[in-house]
């Protein structure tokens, strides 16, 4: 098993970090081919996060004994670890949620239930997660405004000329997916945000499949608003970032209200903190944000770019070894694509597909990935789709394949 050395990526070297993959499932050796639902934790996380908990830990802001302020200066600097990361301009613009499911609710609330109002109309695509449509349905239901969806070809590329036409000064907001998590389709952010500038749109970038793959610039790409969930990027559970350009962040409405977002509190009126403390009300997840950190730094570590060539070099040698199986039907064929296959098996369902290829050791995500009407798009309900990492390597590859083919034989 190596990670080849035609790519000059030290794959074996970072699985090492990763201990939990150096186990057996089923007396066979672990394949973890689900990383776009959720990555796994190198020790270096796992290990800050225990430092916190074992060395500084304390609830943050106003302590004034010094545990409290180690603590506090330690969440604060991740807003930097996360600002430079994603090229932002300001610590301050860097807000802590649960995730990206949240940020994005956080945006459609705070930012939509100010600006939005009846006919503005807000451009989302058909190949959105779900966390991605629903907020926006339910602000087009309380306001009336209208969500329009940009289609896709049958490839899984979205079909920018019908996305121009719907362009007007009606437009307020465009929130597109950057990589789809059932496709793996990169999509053109940057031309789809340059085009919503045009309009004086709003641009929303739910970088929840890139942030861990390829180099998120978010001036680059001209967003707004951008998000992603720590999970993804090889941190905790339950952690998250939503960034906004100032000026925006400071036109919005409280999201939650309570403890820690305010200034002062009266029994008639209460004045609301800056930003970001006035979007993160309530003691936050303090060890989600320390493993965020940690995550961050992992991966600056190693080097976005270094991972990015990897993973296309994996998704390339796993398309070529998975075209020699007539049987498989690759769902999402764009041009740019990230590390993941979603593919279906002739006549068998992709839940016995995972079960079978869980006995052979092979963990992949089975259903709709939270995409339906992107399933809805190829008329069916459900692909298997195995995601891969820069801890998976070549034979880990090799062994899914394998798998697959036990699988046909097994129905045949
Ligand atoms: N957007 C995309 C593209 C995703 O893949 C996911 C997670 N599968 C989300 C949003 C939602 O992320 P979370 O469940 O962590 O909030």
Redesign the pocket.
């Known amino acids: 098993m190596n990670s080849d050395s035609n790519c000059q990526f030290d794959a074996l070297k970072y699985r090492a970090d990763f201990p939990i993959l150096s186990q057996e499932m089923s007396g066979k050796k672990l394949v973890y081919l689900d990383s ?3 990555t796994q934790k190198p020790r270096q996380v796992v290990e800050a996060m225990m430092d916190l908990y074992y060395k500084y830990y304390a609830n943050i802001h106003r302590g004034v004994y010094q545990l409290s302020q180690k603590t506090t200066d330690a969440y604060e600097g991740v807003r930097t670890i996360v600002k430079e990361y994603i090229n932002a301009n300001l610590d301050e613009e860097i807000i802590f949620t ?7 609710n956080l945006i459609a609330h705070s930012y939509g239930k100010v600006h939005i109002k009846e006919d503005d109309e807000i451009i989302v695509s058909e190949m ?5 449509i629903v907020p926006w349905q339910q602000l087009c239901k309380e306001t009336g405004a209208i969500l329009r969806y940009i289609p896709f070809d049958d490839n899984g590329e979205l079909i920018l000329e019908e996305y121009e036409k719907m362009l007007s000064n009606k437009t307020k907001i465009v929130s597109v ?6 496709l793996g389709t990169i999509n053109p952010i940057k031309y789809i945000f340059a085009k919503a500038k045009e309009v004086g749109a709003v641009t929303i970038m ?1 970088a ?2 890139s942030i861990q793959h390829v180099k998120v610039d978010v001036q680059d790409v001209g967003a707004d608003f951008m ?6 990027i090889y941190g905790p ?1 339950g952690i ?1 970032v939503l960034w906004g350009r100032m000026p925006l962040l400071k036109t919005m409405q409280p999201y939650q209200t309570g403890g820690d977002m305010i200034k002062a509190v009266s029994f008639e009126r209460t004045l609301f903190a800056d930003v970001p403390a006035i979007f993160e009300a309530g003691t936050q997840n303090i060890e989600g944000a320390i493993g965020l950190g940690a995550a961050i730094n992992y991966v600056n570590s190693i080097g976005i770019e270094n991972i990015a060539k990897y993973e296309h070099y994996l998704l390339e040698y796993a398309n070529a070894k998975v075209a020699e199986i007539p049987q498989v039907k690759i769902v999402g064929t764009a041009k740019e694509k990230a590390s993941l296959i979603s593919f279906i098996l002739e006549d068998i369902h992709p839940h016995d597909v995972g079960t079978i290829l869980d006995k052979c050791g092979v963990a992949v995500r089975t259903g709709q ?3 339906e009407p992107t399933m809805k798009h190829f008329g069916i309900t459900a692909t298997t789709r195995a995601s891969f990492a820069f801890y998976n390597t070549i034979d880990d590859i090799n062994v899914f394949i394998e798998s697959l083919k036990q699988v046909i034989e097994t129905f045949e």
């Open positions: 776009a639902a959720s649960r995730g990206a499911t949240e940020s994005l959105e997660h779900h966390a991605n997916v950057h990589i789809s998590n059932s739910d929840s499949q998000v992603f969930s720590g999970h993804k559970t998250g990935h939270c995409t």
